[in-house]
């Protein structure tokens, strides 16, 4: 089977950075990905790491470390639009399985 | 354009009616899917479609039935709706040309079972 852990919160400041770390459990791993969705709206996919290492898009960065099962979302210079759910998800076959997501909150 | 729309958006009917979604993707794709997003805000997958033909059906009661009449459409049937039913159903569709299968995602349709 698989699983994905990530925090179910977490609260930072505008202006500053924020990390949020994912593990996973599956088997057949084909690349970790992570999706933004704000309250009322869609996912939207943010970033895809298929190797280990940083990915970067702007003010948004994704790591991967296929040895750990374990990779991170990390926001720069947080605005408050940045306000909204998080999620891991990994690709397997022809699907990806979700975590549950991080609620992630900014403070002004 | 709207890549990946459905209908309708929001749905409110009572026990053990029937009801159906639409999904219409524009996007070329030759997958489709449908997640279910309940309350807590946890995304499953329901089915997944490859050109009309299902690929997987993730242990979903059979109440759910969902139908491909093309490749830009793939439409949810729900029999005898429950109260567990009430979540919101998101459609998406992706690629298999790409590697990170992004997957595009409807609006959303809420649906409430009273």
């Known amino acids: 089977g698989q699983s994905l852990e990530q925090p179910s919160e977490v609260t930072a400041v505008e202006g500053a950075i924020v990390q949020i770390n994912c593990t996973y459990q599956?088997?057949?791993?084909?690349?970790l990905s992570w999706y933004q969705q704000h309250d009322g709206g869609a996912p939207t996919f943010l970033s895809y790491?298929?190797?280990?290492g940083l990915e970067e898009t702007g003010r948004f960065s994704s790591f991967l470390s296929r040895s750990d099962s374990y990779g991170y979302l990390l926001l720069q210079e947080l605005q408050m639009k940045d306000s909204a759910s998080y999620f891991c998800?990994?690709?397997?076959?022809?699907?990806?399985?979700f975590g549950k997501g991080t609620r992630l909150h900014i403070l002004p | 354009d709207t890549a990946v729309s459905q209908t309708p958006k929001y749905l409110v009917t009572q026990m053990g009616n029937d009801k159906s979604i639409k999904c219409e993707q524009n996007?070329?794709?030759?997958?489709m899917y449908w997640y279910k997003q309940d309350s807590k805000k946890f995304l499953k997958i329901m089915f997944s479609?490859?050109?009309?033909?299902?690929?997987i059906n993730e242990t979903v009661p059979n109440r759910f039935s969902p139908k491909s009449p093309d490749k830009a459409h793939l439409n949810l049937h729900i029999n005898s709706l429950e109260l567990g039913d009430s979540a919101v159903y998101f459609c998406?569709?992706?690629?298999?040309?790409?590697?990170?299968?992004?997957?595009?995602f409807g609006p959303g349709t809420r649906l409430t079972v009273l």
């Open positions: 998406a569709s992706s690629s298999r040309d790409t590697l990170d299968n992004e997957q595009f």
């Open positions: 599956t088997s057949g791993f084909y690349g």
């Open positions: 998800a990994v690709g397997r076959d022809d699907k990806i399985i």
């Open positions: 479609y490859n050109n009309k033909e299902l690929i």
């Open positions: 996007l070329g794709h030759d997958t």
């Open positions: 790491n298929a190797l280990d």
